[in-house]
């Protein structure tokens, strides 16, 4: 059950996050096997009954894929299991004991071709007079707070319907298993279960920040064939979703029109080709058909040409200052004001924009927008509506070179009838211990990601 609805999440058995006891300061450890159970993780420290309860018998393992290829409810709860007991007990090598190739191919081909098949913006409607929307924001590779939020929020339940905002992957040690577990969900309730892509879910940002090197380390010589399906599976994700014609939810934000123009035609020619109109220099927001129109089938949204629109979406973030603008700090995407997410909301009947794509860490560094430490925060009230930045990943990142840790909350919104434009915030502590890991990426030296990219490595 849901707690009260003018309050955040606080029942006496959510677990409390506190600080990591020592080791904040020493380099990575290795991602090898033979330091696995030796390593410190520079996670929190309290305990968590609910958790420790379900990783006390070993599961069966491996999974087997179902006979009748029909992913149930008790297959994913039992994939969830195992995935839960083995980030406890195994070294990452091993990872194809719980869940082979033969398995993984089945299950990501499967959401492949479900996700592939949605829009760039999928429309949510359709709900009964006791249903719900539960929307989640970053949750970065944060296994055992995923499963938290999933029981949290009622995932069993028969009226509700989730909507990810993407960043599934990177920074996290469990990435591989809460990319693969909501797929799991996915396929098995696809029109209760929606997946948005993030920025993470990138070829170049799944390089920097841990996944790819998470995928090749817990598969071995199949690994590069695993992160390759994985990389075409996020070329699937959708873009965006609108929810009960009233809210609007991506992983960045608003997006520019991209200003075309039809170039001259031969006589007898049916063909026109459309090019980009070198006088427009002004930025104006774009609209949901030019966000239908897009290609989000690239490893890496472009920062140049045609195709901007999938970049500002996912890469994008709010600001105080009216207008939009280029977003130099991260090098692509745009920042967007007040008057921009009043028109949008206006333009399309809407009273909520939900994006996510800020943590603590980025947080601090933006003036005139609040913190992160509830897990979201209201960044824009206006005549129409509201813009909220949501952060699904507590005490994050998991991996912290710094001597003091954010001890940030998570959060999930809930999302009641009749309009579905109310927002309930559950705001959630981590879940204490966290299993002994590794980082996959070394988070000392890796740059933050809200600074400028090195544009020059993206493909599109």
């Not at 083995?86 to 993984?104: D, K, T």
């Not at 003036?367 to 009230?381: A, N, R």
Request: glycine share 8%; hydrophobic share 35%.
């Amino acid at each position: 059950m849901f707690p009260p609805s003018d309050s955040r999440n606080t029942d006496p058995t959510t677990p409390a996050a506190v600080t990591a006891d020592a080791n904040l300061n020493a380099p990575p450890p290795s991602s090898s096997d033979e330091d696995f159970f030796s390593s410190v993780s520079v996670a929190s420290s309290s305990s968590s009954e609910d958790t420790q309860s379900h990783t006390q018998t070993p599961p069966q393992t491996p999974i087997s894929w179902p006979t009748d290829s029909v992913v149930t409810q008790a297959w994913v709860i039992s994939l969830m299991e195992a995935f839960d007991w083995g980030s406890r007990n195994l070294p990452p090598s091993e990872f194809p004991s719980i869940f082979s190739v033969q398995v993984f191919d089945k299950l990501v081909l499967s959401a492949s071709k479900i996700l592939h098949k949605e829009p760039n913006c999928v429309r949510i409607d359709g709900f009964g007079t006791d249903s719900s929307v539960v929307v989640v924001g970053d949750v970065h590779g944060q296994l055992h707070d995923v499963i938290f939020l999933l029981r949290d929020a009622g995932f069993t339940t028969d009226n509700r319907v989730f909507v990810f905002n993407g960043d599934y992957v990177d920074r996290g040690a469990w990435g591989l298993e809460t990319f693969l577990l909501l797929l799991a969900w996915k396929v098995s309730m696809p029109h209760r279960v929606y997946l948005l892509r993030g920025n993470h879910e990138s070829k170049y940002c799944t390089s920097v920040y841990g996944f790819e090197k998470e995928v090749l380390t817990k598969y071995g010589d199949k690994g590069k064939h695993v992160y390759r399906k994985c990389l075409g599976c996020f070329e699937g994700l959708p873009l965006a979703s609108i929810i009960a014609g009233r809210v609007y939810t991506a992983h960045g934000g608003l997006f520019r029109c991209v200003a075309t123009t039809p170039s001259k035609r031969s006589k007898g020619k049916k063909t026109r080709k459309v090019i980009l109109n070198p006088e427009s220099s002004s930025l104006v927001l774009g609209s949901l058909e030019e966000l239908s129109r897009a290609r989000r089938t690239v490893l890496d949204p472009p920062w140049e040409g045609l195709n901007l629109i999938p970049g500002d979406v996912l890469w994008s973030d709010p600001s105080m200052s009216p207008g939009l603008s280029p977003n130099k700090e991260r090098g692509i995407g745009l920042l967007w004001g007040p008057d921009c997410t009043e028109e949008f909301l206006k333009k399309y009947n809407l009273k909520l924009i939900i994006r996510s794509h800020e943590g603590p860490d980025a947080r601090e560094k933006r003036s005139g927008l609040g913190g992160m430490d509830e897990g979201y925060t209201i960044d824009h009230v206006v005549e129409s509506g509201k813009l909220i930045t949501l952060f699904s990943a507590p005490d994050y990142p998991q991996f912290q070179a710094t001597e003091e840790r954010f001890k940030n909350k998570g959060a999930y919104i809930v999302l009641n009838p009749p309009n579905f434009d109310a927002p309930v915030f559950h705001s959630f502590e981590a879940i204490t211990p966290r299993p002994k890991a590794n980082p996959f990426y070394d988070f000392e030296d890796v740059l933050d990601s809200d600074e400028e990219l090195d544009l020059a490595s993206m493909v599109s």
